[in-house]
Nanobody, 124 residues
């Protein structure tokens, strides 16, 4: 599966962005798809994920109530709607696909396929 992440940009604090992850080759069917982010000097951290057979989303505590992940298997896309953005949300955002199970859903190593990343910058 090849992934393409898009939608990043510069936004003021309190604003919104919508990230999209598309499977350019292959399909998301059967994979958990997650969003992670990484800031300079920091490890890649979990943001949100959705499992293949359940529409239930999972979120990091830091984004609960502000971010919404959704998947459309017919279009092979997974979107991340980000509202009420904060400067600390600034990072490169990556989408990943893999066979992650519930106990590993927030672990980058559980995802075998990654997109190229898209930069989100939130100004104060």
């Amino acid at each position: 599966v090849q992934l393409q992440a898009s939608g990043g940009g510069l936004v003021q604090a309190g604003g919104s962005l919508r990230l999209s992850c598309a499977a350019s080759e292959g399909t998301f069917v059967g994979y958990t798809v997650g969003w992670f982010r990484q800031s300079p000097g920091k490890e890649r951290e979990f943001v949100a994920a959705v499992r293949p057979t359940s529409s239930r989303p999972y979120y990091a505590d830091s984004v609960k109530g502000r971010f919404t992940i959704s998947r459309d298997n017919t279009k092979n896309t997974v979107n991340l709607q980000m509202n009420s953005l904060k400067p600390e949300d600034t990072a490169v955002y990556y989408c990943g696909a893999g066979r992650a199970i519930l106990s590993t859903i927030s672990t980058p190593l559980a995802y075998g396929y990654w997109g190229q990343g898209t930069l989100v910058t939130v100004s104060s």
